[in-house]
């Protein structure tokens, strides 16, 4: 499986927590369409001011994630990367608030089950049980499988204010997630640390696995 951008992502955010304090977020949204398509729409955010060790973190981790994590805070990159993967690249926006940096990119797979399948999206998988209903279901691993011990424990000890989510939003009623429910064809997975009320440390995410059914 391809590294996906939601793991180069979260891997870039976490580097930079080792070195710098500050609000960092991650939120995904996927949403699934009556068409078979999806858009897939990745929000994150550090501050202003680290810009330039954001961008040093992408060098680094190039080496290991390829071209895909030098796309971030690069409209062309990010475009020609979605483009090679046979998706289209529908909005590439920055903006500073607050003296945060915003990114938001919103990407169109036309073939919804083919896209989230090929591992592009991140852990995922989307399957059509014998009774028709569709099943996603994946894992969202806030920390890298790899990450040293004493990485984590320097992220565990120094870490400022982080956060990341996964927000689906089903064609039809859901029939079942193991998800916050928003609303009825909505239901969403939070990570945070520290914890929030709903949403589980990213020291200890749970559930491990995602699953949701329309």
């Known amino acids: 499986m391809q ?3 939601t793991t180069a992502l979260l891997c870039c955010l976490l580097t930079l927590c080792l070195f710098c304090c500050g609000c960092l977020t991650l939120k995904q949204t996927l949403v699934f369409n009556q068409d078979s398509s999806c858009i897939v ?5 550090f501050p202003e001011e680290q810009r330039a060790l954001w961008q040093e973190v992408e060098s680094i981790l ?3 994630y390829g071209e895909i994590s030098k796309s971030f805070l690069n409209e062309q990159g990010a475009r020609q990367f979605f483009t090679d993967n046979g998706l289209e ?3 590439y926006r920055q903006y500073i608030k607050n003296q945060l ?5 919103i990407v169109l797979a036309r073939d919804a ?3 989230i399948n090929s591992g592009i999206f991140g852990d995922f998988q989307l399957h059509r049980d014998a009774l028709g209903d569709q099943l996603f279901s994946g894992k969202l691993t806030p920390l890298p499988d790899d990450l040293p011990v004493a990485a984590l424990e320097r992220l565990q000890k120094y870490a400022g204010s982080m956060s990341m989510s996964l927000r689906l939003k089903s064609p039809t009623a859901l029939i079942r997630s ?3 429910n928003i609303d009825y064809r909505q239901t969403e997975w939070a990570y945070a640390w520290p914890p929030e009320h709903e ?3 990213i020291f200890a995410p749970k559930p491990l696995i995602l699953e949701a059914k329309w």
Do not use: C, D
């Open 89 to 91: 690249l529908r909005q």
């Open 113 to 115: 089950e083919k896209a």
């Open 41 to 45: 729409t990745y929000e994150y955010s």
């Open 178 to 180: 193991n998800g916050l």
């Open 101 to 105: 940096m915003y990114v938001e990119i």
């Open 62 to 64: 190039g080496e290991k």
């Open 199 to 201: 949403a589980a440390s």
């Open 3 to 5: 590294a996906s951008p």
